[in-house]
């Protein structure tokens, strides 16, 4: 019978991992060049984003799960873009989309 050679395994934390080119969860999409964010409503810091947001970023702003983010997208209740099958939220659009709620 063959009896199977056994292979060194390298430990996990050893292994290196390739960076990441997505931003870091919880952090904040960049704003406009020297735009302080203190004293300014979340729309506002919204509105200033310069690009379209994933879930993860909008969730982060609004400190919402993304997976609520997109549930409620996919319900209708927020609006977005779809690009291909991934979900993006435009900056002005969920900022309008915030304060037409808050002053409700």
Do not use: N
Request: positive net charge; charged residues 20%; hydrophobic residues 40%.
């Amino acid at each position: 019978m063959y009896k199977k050679q056994q292979v060194p395994r390298k430990p996990v934390s050893s292994i290196a991992k390739p960076p990441s080119t997505s931003p870091a969860l919880g952090t904040r999409p960049s704003v406009q060049a020297g735009a302080s964010t203190e004293g300014i409503s979340v729309a506002d810091t919204i509105a200033r984003t310069k690009h379209l947001l994933t879930a993860v970023q909008l969730g982060a702003l609004l400190e919402l799960s993304p997976k609520t983010i997109s549930a409620w997208a996919k319900q209708g209740r927020i609006p977005f873009i779809r690009i291909g099958s991934a979900l993006r939220f435009e900056p002005k659009a969920v900022a309008f989309w915030l304060t037409a709620r808050s002053s409700a």
